[in-house]
Structures are given as structure tokens and as C-alpha cells.
């Protein structure tokens, strides 16, 4: 009864208030089997509700008695007292200790080899929930043994054996490079890889969580993973119709091409580059957010990384993020990307301005509701791609619009771009672009100044002093 009303919220102060954890720790040594299980059913669910219930569980001593109990009782008394470990121990590092503390850790990995899959399934989650907080519990699995076997777990034919493994190498994987490489010397990568095609969308998205968490801390690692032939199978999970397949291998992959050019440049010889701009295109949020990222990567390596992004128009897609996504931080990845593309070259800045981006990179920047990481992501975008671009009609409107701290660097392209290109010159006295250079108010003998300096050079003498009607102008520009 205890344990069927612990399922239910509203029960839970009650049933803590009645002492009921005492009760239930003498129900643990009851000489009917079928109790034992239903008692520790009962804690495992009270401890998984919150931490109190579950500090509550460390103080009164149950531990040793579930620990003890584990290695000597049936099938069904391990399953219970496991999830009562794994429900102890999701909720902090501290009390994940105390689980390690007590040696449940020998115990649990032995449950590993257990004939029963599902022992083998309720001690896997516990050694996760206990991995995941930190690398000093991580390691502490690892040194009990838990890796190979969970390797062998993953190869077993139960579905949800499967997912939880691969889900608890992830959690091992994830907290250092030296943890990484205890799961890929244990041959973990190999059998993962292998599973890529697996129709389970659950097991696929806990598989590539994993290659990700391997591939994230060095060169070395990424290049295990890429050997273990995850191209290009890896690409079809982009258009998988799971929302986490997708984002997580985005996320592979964004892990893969941040390394080094060389990994990129195989990202893009595999049609990654192509794929992710696809997959970014068919979804929104969050599930946009790997990918968006990965994009901004391959781009910042070199000039050809970055015209590959172009050329599989990235660009676009990046701006309908920057201009359709309403979270913050998903703008902020969106305008390092682009900043990434744009800084190279005057070509890769014309791609980046011709989207009509700028302004809206600007309005960011500006705006008092922008978060400071989209303020300062979006003013190192507009500076990077404003040192490269020649292209004026995008440069234009910031001359209006800008603040001081951006307008010098546009009026410093005009002042590179208007000596050599009579065409230029015209149309900038036409649009009336000469004249709001004369409205600008610069200190003297500042960099500002010398630029406005080097644009009125470009002209004749009457025309930036008097700024004659339309008609008169247009009749002196033949003198240009």
C-alpha cells in the first residue's frame, strides 16, 4: 500500500510525516521475500520524488542494509533495491557519495554480469545516475570495473539494456579526456558506430550522446570516432524524425569539425556541411542550436571552410535563425556564425551583407531587451565582417544608423574603397553619403577624422564645401 501510494505526489508529506521510513527499513529484513521487494519498491520511489526523501534514506542506514541484500537476494529484491541506489543517487554529487561510500558500487557492477537482463538494466542506471555528476564518481565507477561490462551491455539484445549503457558511457565519457579514453580503450566506439542505423530512435539519440561526449575533449579522440566509419551514416540521423536524434548528431558532428581544419575539411568532403544546413532548415529551437554552432566552426577554421559554408548557403539559413528564433542565446550562436564566415575576406563579407543582415545584427546589438552575450557576439560579428567588406550599398545605412563605436570601421571602408572606384564615388554624392560624412562629428586628429579626411580627398573641393542642389551636382560629377 505504501508503495502503490508513493506514485501519487499529493501522498508523499503524509507518508514522510508517518515515519514511514523506519517502518520500511525494518520491512526490508521481513522474512517474506515478496515484502523485502515491495519495501524497497516503496523507498526507491519515495527517494526519487526529492532530495530530502532521499537524504532521509542515507540517514537511516538503509544503504548497507540494501547494499548487503543486493548481492544475496532474487532477481526481483536486486531490481528493487537498485532503483532504490539510482533514486538516491540523481540527486547530488553528495548523495551519490554516500552511495560509493557504502560499497555499493562493487555490487552494482557485479549485478552487471547478472543472467537477468533486467538486474542488468537497474544496476546500469544506478552506476549512471552516480557517474554523471562529476569525475571524481565517474572515475570511481570506472575503477570498479563498470566500463567492459557495460561495453558487453551494449551488445546484448534488450533494447533498454541498450539505451541505458550507451547512455551511462555517455555520463562517464562526458567529464575528461582521460575518463573518454577508458571508455574508447574498452572498445566501446567500434560496437556504438555500429548502431547507428538502428531504427530505435531512443538507443540512436543515447549513441550518439556518447560519440559526442568521446569526441568533444581532443584531436585524437574525435579522429577514434571518425575511424570507426561514423561517415557518412552519421548524416542520415540529421533527418531523422526524432527531434533529439537530430540535435545530438549535429552535436557529433559540431564536436568532429571544431578540432582542427582537417576534420572540418572531412565534414564537408562528406557532404556534413550540406546536410546540417538541411537539418537546421527543418527544425526550430534548441534542436537548431548544435548545428547552428557547428556551421560557425568549420567557417572560423580558413577562407575555403568558410566559402564552403557559403556556397552550401549557409548564410541564409543563418539568418532566418538570427531574425525568426526568439531565444537569445540561439541569436548569439547565429551571429558568431555568421561573424566567422564574413571576417575573412571582402568576398566572404559581400556573401554575409547581400543577406541584408547587418541591420538586423545592428538592431541587436542595440536593443536594451538583447542579452549581453547576443550584444557583445553580435557587435564582434558586425565589426569582423565591416573590416573586410567592400561592398557599400550594405556599408550605407550604417552611416545613419550606427553608433560611434561601429561607424568609425564603416566609414574606414568607405575611405578604402571610394579612391579606387569612380563609380562609387558617384553614387555616394547621389545618395547623399558624402554629405553625412560632413554631419559627422569626429575629434580631431582621431583615426575618425583621418578617414573622413581621406573620403573628402576623393572630391573636388566645391563639392564637399558648398553641397550644391541635386541637378548642380550631378553636373559636376563629370570632373570626378
Not at 546536410?275 to 548545428?291: E, F, M, Q
Request: with cysteine; glycine share 4%.
Amino acid at each position: 500500500m505504501v508503495a502503490e501510494l508513493a506514485t501519487r505526489p499529493q501522498n508523499i508529506e503524509t507518508l514522510q510525516n508517518a515515519g514511514v521510513m523506519s517502518l520500511l527499513r525494518t520491512l526490508l529484513l521481513d522474512v517474506v521475500p515478496t515484502i523485502q521487494q515491495t519495501a524497497a519498491l516503496a523507498l526507491g520511489r519515495l527517494a526519487n520524488y526529492n532530495d530530502d526523501l532521499a537524504e532521509a534514506v542515507v540517514k537511516c542506514d538503509i544503504l548497507p542494509q540494501l547494499v548487503y541484500s543486493l548481492a544475496e537476494q532474487n532477481r526481483f529484491y536486486k531490481k528493487a533495491a537498485a532503483f532504490v541506489l539510482r533514486a538516491v543517487g540523481k540527486h547530488s554529487p553528495q548523495l551519490a557519495q554516500a552511495i560509493v561510500d557504502c560499497g555499493a558500487l562493487d555490487t552494482l557492477v557485479i549485478c552487471l554480469e547478472d543472467f537477468d537482463p533486467g538486474v542488468k538494466e537497474a544496476a546500469a542506471w544506478a552506476l549512471r545516475y552516480i557517474a554523471r555528476h562529476n569525475a571524481e564518481l565517474s572515475q570511481a565507477v570506472v575503477d570498479a570495473g563498470a566500463v567492459p561490462l557495460l561495453v558487453f551491455c551494449i551488445q546484448e539484445p534488450e533494447i533498454a539494456l541498450k539505451r541505458i549503457a550507451a547512455s551511462a558511457l555517455s555520463d562517464i565519457a562526458k567529464h575528461s579526456p582521460e575518463l573518454a579514453q577508458t571508455v574508447v580503450d574498452a572498445g566501446a566506439v567500434a560496437y556504438l558506430a555500429q548502431m547507428l542505423l538502428n531504427p530505435d530512435a531512443k538507443l540512436k539519440h543515447q549513441i550518439l550522446s556518447a560519440l559526442s561526449q568521446v569526441s568533444k575533449h581532443s584531436v585524437d579522440l574525435a579522429e577514434m570516432v571518425v575511424e570507426a566509419e561514423i561517415f557518412p551514416v552519421v548524416l542520415t540521423c540529421l533527418k531523422d524524425k526524432d527531434e533529439y536524434v537530430k540535435k545530438n548528431a549535429s552535436t557529433l558532428i559540431r564536436e568532429i569539425a571544431k578540432h582542427t581544419p582537417e576534420l572540418s575539411q572531412l565534414v564537408v568532403n562528406t557532404g556534413g556541411v550540406a546536410a546540417v544546413i538541411d537539418c537546421i532548415g527543418s527544425c526550430k529551437g534548441n534542436t537548431r542550436l548544435p548545428g547552428i554552432m557547428m556551421l560557425g566552426y568549420v567557417a572560423a577554421h580558413s577562407e575555403n571552410l568558410a566559402m564552403a559554408v557559403i556556397i552550401s548557403k549557409g548564410v541564409p539559413q543563418l539568418s532566418v535563425c538570427l531574425s525568426e528564433e526568439p531565444e537569445d542565446h540561439i541569436k548569439a550562436a547565429a551571429a558568431w556564425a555568421l561573424g566567422q564566415i564574413g571576417r575573412h575576406t571582402p568576398e566572404h563579407a559581400r556573401a554575409v551583407a547581400v543577406t541584408n543582415i547587418l541591420p538586423v545584427l545592428l538592431s541587436l546589438y542595440m536593443s536594451t531587451e538583447s542579452s549581453e552575450d547576443l550584444q557583445v557576439k553580435s557587435k564582434k560579428a558586425i565589426k569582423s565582417i565591416l573590416q573586410k567588406c567592400t561592398y557599400l550599398p550594405a556599408l550605407e545605412p550604417f552611416l545613419y544608423d550606427a553608433p560611434p563605436n561601429i561607424l568609425k570601421h564603416v566609414v574606414g571602408q568607405f575611405s578604402k574603397v571610394l579612391p579606387h572606384d569612380s563609380k562609387a564615388r558617384r553614387l555616394f554624392v547621389t545618395s547623399g553619403g558624402l554629405k553625412k560624412i560632413q554631419e559627422i562629428k569626429a575629434e580631431p586628429g582621431s583615426l575618425l577624422q583621418e578617414y573622413i579626411n581621406s573620403i573628402n580627398n576623393c572630391y573636388p573641393e566645391e563639392i564637399v564645401s558648398k553641397f550644391f542642389p541635386e541637378l548642380q551636382v550631378c553636373a559636376l560629377l563629370g570632373s570626378l
